[in-house]
């Protein structure tokens, strides 16, 4: 279903469950040190948004999917900005992470002169570079969420991914230190190729080798939950003693449903790198023992806002994100839920108009 609203009336609607969101409050960010380096320090930050956009731009932005909850939580975010600012957009999905063919058409797409500016989540970490620094003469374009190769990129509002594997690797680490009994991860990293999975891979075997975890399965796969599902079968066939599954938001979904219909849920631990609505009631109910967030929805509004400073001359910080929490039933705060997770009635907005001048 595709939803088109103008931002006065998406405003309107959205803005009575997240009143507060919309008021320019600072925004709790890590700014890295050195622009579109991870590995450099992070500085935090009281991120002031503008007030306003100072015309009613219009962007193009490209999602890899919208098949799972962490991309609707990116659209949320984006809705709530771009409403507030009183810019547009619309939103072309790849449909996943194997269609870079379909991205790329959908990036050329983004060079029309209808667009102000590009905010790109690529499906691939250099596999656009081409048509970005081709597009990037005409216009600003800013990654979110994905990382991707930096030639071309005007800014980035993205977190470490290396770091969101590492945390969740801590997490297990801490769990079972070095000396404590051996315990076995079946590992899902994700969609092999795209521009997230090998840094959140890096982070989390690092954070795991001081620990007596041992990876005895690693197995890619796109994060359509139907595949997901497919994954966690094979691991449980051939495996059925495994004692931790760890990997994306909806391997840690599908997990708790066949665990469930195994009767293995106390037996089996599940860990997921990243919070969605469905990981998120597992761990309030104790299905799922832990998730990293990085607050896609915090993500999403940090997008928009840099592409406005772009346009407008006020971009002073190209790279940015907000800080990473590992969500647990002891730490899901309603802060941490608000900057990580659209509200339950929220449909996905496809295209916003701008407000007028």
């Known amino acids: 279903m595709s939803i088109r609203l103008s931002a006065a009336f998406a405003l309107g609607i959205t803005g009575l469950a997240c009143g507060a969101l919309f008021a320019a409050e600072p925004l709790e960010l890590e700014v890295r040190s050195v622009p ?3 590995t450099s320090p992070a ?5 002031i948004p503008l007030l306003h956009a100072n015309k009613p731009w219009r962007f193009c932005v490209l999602y890899p999917h919208l098949k799972d909850a962490y991309w609707l939580s990116v659209n949320h975010g984006m809705v709530q900005e771009a409403s507030r600012l009183g810019v547009g957009f619309d939103i072309f999905e790849a449909g996943g992470y194997p269609n870079l063919a379909r991205q790329i058409e959908q990036l050329k797409g983004c060079a029309s002169d209808e667009f102000d500016a590009v905010i790109l989540g690529t499906v691939s970490y250099d596999g656009l570079t081409p048509v970005v620094q081709e597009i990037s003469r005409l216009k600003p374009i800013i990654a979110v969420v994905n990382d991707i190769a930096t030639t071309g990129i005007t800014a980035k ?10 945390a969740a690797g801590r997490f297990i680490a801490q769990r079972h230190p070095p000396g ?3 315990v076995t ?6 969609p092999k190729g795209a521009g997230w999975v090998s840094f959140v891979e890096a982070g989390f075997k690092e954070a795991i080798a001081n620990s007596s975890g041992e990876i005895v399965m690693t ?15 094979e691991v449980l066939e051939s495996m059925p003693d495994v004692d931790y599954l760890v990997g994306s938001g909806p391997m840690a979904e599908a997990a708790v449903s ?7 849920s106390d037996d089996i631990k599940v860990v997921s790198t990243y919070l969605s609505h469905a990981v998120y009631r597992g761990v309030k109910r104790g299905r799922i023992l832990a998730a990293p967030t990085d607050s896609p929805v915090v993500q999403g509004r940090l997008a928009i806002e840099m592409a406005v400073r772009a346009l407008e001359g006020t971009l002073e910080i190209q790279h940015a994100g907000p800080p990473i929490w590992v969500v647990t039933p002891e730490t899901a705060t309603q802060e941490v839920i608000d900057g990580s997770l659209a509200p339950a009635s929220f449909i996905p907005v496809f ?7």
């Open 36 to 38: 579109f380096d991870d």
């Open 43 to 47: 500085i935090k930050t009281n991120y």
């Open 157 to 166: 509002a993205s977190v470490p991914w290396t770091e969101m594997g590492a």
């Open 180 to 182: 404590s009994p051996p």
């Open 185 to 190: 991860i079946a590992w899902f990293p994700g």
């Open 219 to 233: 197995l890619f796969g796109d994060t359509g939950l139907e595949q997901q599902v497919l994954l966690v079968e």
């Open 258 to 264: 066949i665990l469930r219909a195994r009767g293995a």
């Open 351 to 357: 295209s916003l108009l701008p407000l007028a001048p």
